[in-house]
Nanobody
Framework: QVQLVESGGALVQPGGSLRLSCAASGFTAEHHAIGWFRQFPGQEREGLACISSDDDATNYAAAVKGRFTISRDNAAKNTVYLQMNNLKPEDSANYYC??????????????????WGRGTRVTVSS
């Protein structure tokens, strides 16, 4: 059974940084991708970044490129991070990681991903 567990969400001041973690387990597909998404109240989940399992290729949404970085833990390959820098109040949202078979190609879209975590809350406020 595939399980994804996010952690690291917190209250942070504008301009600050935060690193989210996604611990994935039970995923047996040889080629898969992990994506990070966020959701604002009343809106659909927005894709932020993704990373492929075999070559660590990454892709980002234009809205976060240059501020957010997705990476995989070198030791624990099933842990994926989202480093978020220069956070703004408009980054406040629930953040989710998700997994799919295949590769990270282009900015992630929610309908491509089959497995989801429960999310972690990020609040950017002074």
């Amino acid at each position: 059974q595939v399980q994804l567990v996010e952690s690291g969400g917190a209250l942070v001041q504008p301009g600050g940084s935060l690193r989210l973690s996604c611990a994935a387990s039970g995923f047996t597909a040889e080629h898969h991708a992990i994506g990070w998404f966020r959701q604002f109240p009343g809106q659909e989940r927005e894709g932020l970044a993704c990373i492929s399992s075999d070559d660590d290729a990454t892709n980002y949404a234009a809205a976060v490129k240059g501020r957010f970085t997705i990476s995989r833990d070198n030791a624990a390959k099933n842990t994926v991070y989202l480093q978020m820098n220069n956070l703004k109040p408009e980054d406040s949202a629930n953040y989710y990681c998700a997994a799919k078979r295949g590769y990270c190609v282009g900015s992630p879209h929610r309908y491509e991903y089959d497995y989801w975590g429960r999310g972690t809350r990020v609040t950017v406020s002074s």
